[in-house]
């Protein structure tokens, strides 16, 4: 069997020697062009034959092939119908739209900044002091200066661990907050709550809202009684309270215009409400509880102004942004 020829590309010529296909332009492949001319030269070229022209032979020409007559089938005409008369269309009046009444903006209720406020501080009676409190009643001013149960849970369980206390006052009663948690922690015990009106409508109507506040809860403790009077008048003329174990000071931390009372300023006042009238008197509480703010640094000179008392080492909390000190009778 012979090898097929081998074909390489135009731009290549075959090597005899190797049978590979090397590029034109190189030197081998000048060389190989060289060679193939020298022998195309030495081979006498033949000269083709001239073949006789044939004459072309005549073709036998084609009939057309006759087309079949295909009759025309015209459609019928129709008759011409007479266009109908259309009634005469009466002339359009618009209509006139009814005046459009100017649009009055809804004015939307001011929304109250004290709400969410006041729905959170009624949930945290219900959750930390019994679910069944109904709403208390205060004023949007009055939020603040109520103890949350949240905050006061540390004081709460002091109160509630020492058994020794039957007899609470609480001094500075306002719409009852603290006096309700006291009612909670111990329904058994004999409370009594001090709010002075001083004929005053404003402190009048805060000793009206105490009074309805204690009557909502009063299922929790029965033995609350409320009396319309300052603390100073309460020690010197009540003779109930020469049997409290338990005096909770929580006096007003700001003025009238809502300006914050220095420290000095709220000693004084616990000095000329309480200190003063508890000196005159032979009976002395066994504990006394004072909240006050977090700037009032000046707690030892209050000891010194009552000799009888002394720090309870377990009767200090800080709260959010107030002091909770216990002191006790010696």
């Known amino acids: 069997m012979?090898?097929?020829?081998?074909?390489?590309?135009?731009?290549?010529?075959?090597?005899?020697?190797?049978?590979?296909?090397v590029l034109k332009t190189?030197?081998?492949?000048?060389?190989?062009?060289?060679?193939?001319?020298?022998?195309?030269?030495?081979?006498?070229?033949?000269?083709?034959?001239?073949?006789?022209?044939?004459?072309?032979e005549e073709k036998p020409k084609r009939e057309p092939k006759k087309e079949p007559r295909i009759l025309k089938i015209e459609p019928k005409k129709e008759p011409k119908k007479k266009p109908k008369r259309e009634p005469k269309k009466e002339p359009r009046i618009p209509k006139r739209e009814p005046k459009k009444e100017p649009r009055i903006p809804k004015i939307e209720p001011k929304k109250n900044k004290y709400a969410f406020k006041r729905k959170k501080l009624n949930d945290a009676?219900?959750?930390f002091i019994n679910p069944s409190i109904p709403d208390l009643n205060f004023s949007d001013k009055e939020i603040d200066y109520i103890s949350n149960p949240f905050d006061s849970k540390w004081r709460n369980q002091w109160l509630y661990k020492n058994k020794s206390i039957r007899?609470?006052?609480?001094?500075?009663?306002?719409?009852g907050g603290d006096t309700i948690q006291f009612m909670a922690i111990k329904p058994n015990a004999h409370i009594d709550a001090t709010q002075i009106t001083d004929n005053n409508p404003l402190?009048?109507?805060?000793?009206?809202?105490?009074?309805?506040n204690i009557r909502l809860c009063s299922f929790l403790n029965p033995f609350v009684h409320i009396h319309p009077l300052s603390i100073t008048d309460f020690i010197l003329t009540s003779p109930s309270?020469?049997?409290v174990d338990f005096l909770y000071c929580d006096p007003p931390w700001t003025d009238i215009q809502n300006n914050w009372f220095d420290s000095s300023t709220l000693i004084s006042n616990l000095n000329r409400d309480i200190f003063l009238p508890l000196?005159?008197?032979?009976?002395k509480p066994k504990f006394i509880?004072?909240?006050?703010?977090?700037?009032?640094?000046?707690?030892n000179y209050v000891l010194s102004l009552l000799p009888s008392y002394k720090y309870n080492s377990s009767g200090k909390f800080h709260f959010n942004g107030y002091w909770i000190h216990i002191i006790q009778r010696k």
């Open 167 to 175: 007899h609470i006052c609480d001094a500075y009663a306002c719409i």
């Open 203 to 212: 402190l009048i109507q805060r000793f009206k809202r105490l009074n309805n």
């Open 289 to 299: 509880c004072f909240k006050v703010p977090f700037h009032w640094n000046d707690f």
């Open 279 to 283: 000196i005159s008197k032979n009976y």
């Open 26 to 56: 190189g030197a081998i492949g000048k060389k190989l062009l060289k060679n193939k001319l020298r022998e195309h030269k030495k081979e006498p070229k033949e000269k083709p034959k001239r073949e006789p022209k044939k004459e072309p």
């Open 241 to 243: 309270f020469q049997s």
């Open 125 to 127: 009676f219900r959750k």
């Open 2 to 21: 012979d090898k097929p020829k081998k074909v390489c590309p135009a731009d290549k010529i075959i090597n005899p020697l190797t049978l590979r296909c």
